[in-house]
């Protein structure tokens, strides 16, 4: 992977230096063809749910934080990078999506897709102290980020996601037995939240009503049906049941059913030496699982290796500011120049995903805004595709 982003780069700067020559011996001979006219981050707060209506495509995913120890150049552009990373995770509802080659080039030119980014200053608890963090907020570009996951063959999870409910009870072994856990004990429940959040969910809590405090033992039997009835008075469609107990010298055990309505989807058990952890294990499979339901995926394609010509370009500084954007393009793995002339550059493309997923990734940035081109019978000469550059 780093040797075919190394032979871009190499082949875009050779390109640049070759190109300046070209297009001035070009421009000598005749003028150039005309050229064509021309987030901020939200945040997820676990609460009681309220009824509203989602939009097709939620900013709040699109963005992320990461902690940073500097300001430093080379820290902010891996911390774009893992930022990226969120934001692909959460977009396609995959845990994995970073191990695909497409995206792993895609992380090392994160800032190419950011929209905005700053730093702030948060403060922890750690221990019971308050512990004060810098963090770089950052927000992608929508269209690139959908485009990306699509040429990288990952499943787009677009449209409303469900908002689980989340019933929640904790057996602490203090002889109490099980309790609800509610909106008023959301410090509880932070570690599931802030992991659905990581993977693209956002999870409500009930508000702890005298009605819904008996609940505490439907909730401990797992007992979807007999818990949907409280969840419909919220409007909540899915519902993920959870109850936690100390599992002697191994920890604490954490049981889990999805439902939906009163229909079991899935269930699971997690055993853990942390409470927290054990009580965040149920962020991470309702996640896969309701992705699964509801993302699609759009494949790449075969690789390809195409020639186009590229018009609009009116001198060399168009050409470098041009191939620094194609150096960016993660399913571009090299450019080579063929031949300037005074209407157009061709060149040689060389694509990691067909040339449907690679158009799709230009239309989200409109550099690069495809032409008709001739058709021509001639294989052993066929036309190049074209793209003008946008101005």
Do not use: C
Request: aromatic letters at 4%.
């Amino acid at each position: 992977m780093h040797a075919s982003s190394s032979r871009t780069v190499r082949t875009l700067a050779l390109s640049g230096l070759l190109v300046g020559g070209m297009l001035a011996a070009a421009h000598a001979q005749a003028p150039l063809a005309g050229t064509a006219p021309e987030v901020t981050p939200e945040t997820a707060r676990m609460a009681a749910p309220v009824p509203a209506s989602a939009p097709a495509r939620e900013l709040e995913w699109y963005t992320a934080e990461v902690p940073v120890t500097s300001q430093e150049s080379r820290e902010r552009d891996a911390a774009l990078g893992r930022a990226l990373a969120q934001v692909l995770v959460r977009v396609s509802g995959q845990a994995a999506a970073t191990n695909d080659p497409v995206v792993q080039r895609a992380l090392r030119v994160a800032e190419s897709m950011a929209v905005a980014s700053e730093y702030r200053d948060v403060e922890e608890m750690a221990g019971g102290v308050p512990v004060q963090r810098q963090v770089l907020a950052a927000s992608f570009d929508p269209d690139a980020v959908d485009a990306l996951v699509m040429a990288a063959g990952l499943p787009l999870w677009a449209g409303e996601r469900p908002k689980p409910l989340l019933w929640l009870a904790i057996d602490d072994g203090g002889g109490a037995g099980p309790r609800l856990v509610s909106a008023q004990q959301i410090n509880v429940v932070k570690p599931l939240a802030q992991r659905g959040l990581e993977r693209g969910l956002r999870f409500l809590l009930p508000g702890g009503s005298a009605v819904e405090q008996p609940a505490a033992g439907s909730i401990w039997a797992l007992d979807a049906a007999a818990v949907s009835v409280l969840s419909s008075r919220y409007g909540a469609r899915v519902q993920l049941l959870g109850k936690v107990a100390r599992a002697g010298a191994t920890g604490w055990t954490s049981d889990w059913l999805l439902a939906e309505g009163g229909s079991e989807l899935a269930r699971w058990t997690v055993t853990d030496p942390s409470p927290q952890r054990a009580i965040a294990a149920g962020a991470d499979r309702a996640a896969d699982i309701l992705a699964a339901r509801q993302a699609k995926r759009v494949e790449t394609g075969q690789a390809e290796v195409i020639e186009a010509e590229l018009r609009g370009i009116a001198d060399q500084a168009t050409w470098l500011d041009l191939a620094a954007y194609l150096q960016s393009l993660p399913v571009l793995r090299g450019v080579d120049v063929i031949e300037a002339r005074p209407d157009a550059l061709r060149v040689r493309l060389d694509l990691a995903v067909d040339r449907a997923r690679f158009d799709a990734m230009l239309a989200g940035a409109g550099r690069l805004v495809p032409e008709p081109s001739t058709s021509t019978t001639d294989a052993a000469s066929p036309t190049p595709v074209r793209y003008r550059v946008a101005r």
